[in-house]
């Protein structure tokens, strides 16, 4: 059974339609994410799931539950990081995280949950005083402390330099390591990209593909581009006989080609029996970003 099904999820607030027809399903052990610009639905999806909206209609499941009957079950299983959290500033990390543990069942030692994330050192810290980055590593323990099955992660960093984000995509990795599904909102291609096994692409509330990073890529093309300055004078007509090649042109001292399959070694092997060097050989290929523009019609934020 998935971890969550999400069938036909509708959500308005007045004349507005925030979710309109959204239906996944995320498998246990894996990350999920949730992309699309702001304003999508993304964040309204995850919060009916969490059982802080009710559905216009549709039907929700979370571990076999119902969001809302089933609400305080699901506190115990489900660890959630909100998009904008609001925690009391004087509060120390140590007093939050042994606070919440205090909420649930079966909570994780805080202690070391604070080596795990690298904050033992930061226990009698108050939490204004802490770093964005340090911040995001405490809203990540906070969403841990109760040993849950599930964690919802909303725009997780957010605000963060880019050091601290690739720092926190670690810990995320280490987490889902540990046997944690994670459900992950972002609007990030290249967070996206590094961390999720699966995608579901939502744009103006309905969901435009789900699949894999490469997956989503492939549906939008194969294309590879290969750019390079050969070592001797070379015709740009020598490789149109190529059935990987779709186009050639010369740009100034640089020859690019344009292909599909594996153009790369077609191209070095066509160049190694003509004897030419490729110099400043460098290989282009399509991305989440490109992948997500063909998909919804506008870049990404």
């Known amino acids: 059974m998935p971890v969550i099904e999400v069938e036909h999820l509708h959500k308005r607030y007045g004349d507005k339609v925030a979710v309109d027809d959204v239906s996944f399903a995320v498998e246990r052990g894996e990350i999920f994410g949730i992309l699309g610009p702001n304003g999508a639905g993304k964040t309204t999806t995850v919060e009916c799931l969490e059982g802080l909206r009710t559905p216009d209609g549709g039907e929700l499941s979370v571990l076999g539950l119902d969001p809302r009957r089933d609400r305080a079950e699901l506190r115990q299983r489900v660890g959630v990081q909100l998009q904008e959290g609001r925690l009391q500033d004087k509060l120390r990390v140590g007093e939050l995280l042994d606070l919440y543990a205090a909420f649930y069942r079966t909570p994780a030692d805080p202690g070391e949950l604070l080596a795990t994330l690298g904050l033992t050192e930061h226990r009698n810290t108050a939490y204004k005083k802490l770093s964005g980055g340090r911040q995001q590593r405490l809203s990540i323990a906070l969403a841990l402390v109760g040993s849950p099955e ?17 720092d926190t995509w670690d810990l995320i ?10 459900l992950l909102v972002t609007h990030f291609m290249e967070e996206a990209e590094r961390l999720c096994d699966r995608i579901a692409v939502i744009d103006a509330g309905r969901v435009v593909a789900v699949d894999s990073p490469a997956g989503l890529v492939a549906r939008v093309t194969d294309e590879q581009v290969v750019r390079f300055r050969p070592s001797a004078p070379l015709d740009p007509g020598v490789f149109e006989a190529l059935p990987e090649v779709r186009s050639v042109e010369r740009q100034g001292e640089r020859l690019v080609v344009r292909g599909g399959g594996n153009v790369l070694h077609a191209v070095t092997s066509l160049l190694a029996r003509l004897g030419v060097i490729a110099g400043d050989l460098r ?15 506008h870049r990404p934020e």
Request: net charge negative.
């Open 150 to 166: 599930l964690a919802l992660l909303d725009e997780l960093t957010t605000g963060l330099d880019p050091q601290a984000r690739r």
């Open 173 to 182: 990795e280490a987490v889902r390591a540990q046997g944690v599904t994670i």
């Open 283 to 297: 290989v282009e290929q399509a991305g989440l970003d490109d992948a997500f523009v063909a998909l919804t019609g």
